[in-house]
């Protein structure tokens, strides 16, 4: 019935001479749903008795209804875009403050079993921002699990974990986790203890 109602509004009423209709940009209004409907009531009696300016008002309906759904669709892309961008940046970010590594080479230094280092050896040094300790192991240390911790030089204790040490091409390395953020910048102790040995100590110098 509405098919058969549109088709006799856009076929039934001609108005060839166009008498009585509205300006194009009061058509184009309605159609686009600007013009509140107290001001378009006026209008509405001869847009449903002409069907020249009922077959214009459906054109512009449908202009305006491809424009709208365009937009959705070009703001809705503008948006995945941006938290994509957004997102990525803060991965990279995040990615790049979560692993900052230091090498702790070992393999030349001396085994001082203690819980103090020797006095005249030089410290080893990292900054606050490392989170992940790759340390190779003195030659001839061999693999297992190791206790790793980090004092100050009154034996307070600042960091201490656990990993485990493994041998490639000769050497013994172990990776261990850790924060050193709220460390002050100094001199500190690195101690290592295979499970059921005593601690062996080096200078390590936070900066």
Not at 72 to 83: E, G, H, K
Not at 115 to 123: A, D, G, K, L, Q
Not at 124 to 136: A, C, K, P, T
Not at 169 to 185: E, H, K, P, W
């Amino acid at each position: 019935m509405l098919t058969a109602l549109g088709r006799g509004l856009r076929d039934e009423f001609p108005n060839p001479e166009r008498i009585g209709c509205p300006d194009h940009e009061i058509v184009a209004a309605i159609a686009a749903q600007r013009m509140p409907l107290s001001q378009a009531e006026r209008f509405l009696d001869h847009l449903t008795s002409c069907s020249p300016c009922y077959r214009d008002f459906l054109g512009l309906q449908a202009k305006y209804r491809q424009r709208r759904t365009r937009m959705i669709f070009a703001v809705a892309a503008s948006v995945l875009i941006v938290v994509g961008l957004a997102t990525w940046a803060m991965m990279r970010r995040h990615n790049n403050e979560q692993i900052v590594r230091a090498v702790v080479d070992l393999r030349d230094r001396s085994i001082a079993r203690s819980t103090e280092p020797p006095p005249n050896e030089t410290p080893i040094e990292i900054g606050r921002n490392v989170s992940r300790l790759d340390i190779y192991l003195p030659l001839g240390t061999s693999d297992g699990s190791y206790d790793v911790r980090v004092t100050t030089a009154k034996g307070d204790v600042l960091f201490s974990g656990t990993a485990v040490a493994a041998v490639e091409a000769g050497v013994t390395s172990l990776r261990v986790d850790a924060n050193f953020s709220s460390a002050s910048a100094g001199l500190y102790v690195l101690q290592l203890r295979k499970f059921g040995s005593e601690w062996t100590s080096y200078p390590l110098r936070i900066g």
